[in-house]
């Protein structure tokens, strides 16, 4: 099951985390694309508990989002500390 986002979702997300709605490539707000699509993802598997091909893109999706935000504690901890804080990652 793919999770399709409205456009102004997405703009939402972009402009909030990224600065501009253009810039979709910032790392906060790839980021923070990846956390909404893994809760909508995260709400599927909690009524649909045999879809494996749909768990298998969501462990790959956490995967990617751990990436990223290894990179993101590397080149700069006081963004990566305000953004996990404010998504709510890692409780």
Sequence with gaps: MAVYLPKEKKQ?????YGGDEKNTGSTEAQIALFTYRIGALSDHLRKNKKDHATRRALLMMVGRRKRLLTYLQRKDINKYRELIKELGIRG
């Design 12 to 16: 939402e997300i972009f402009k909030k």
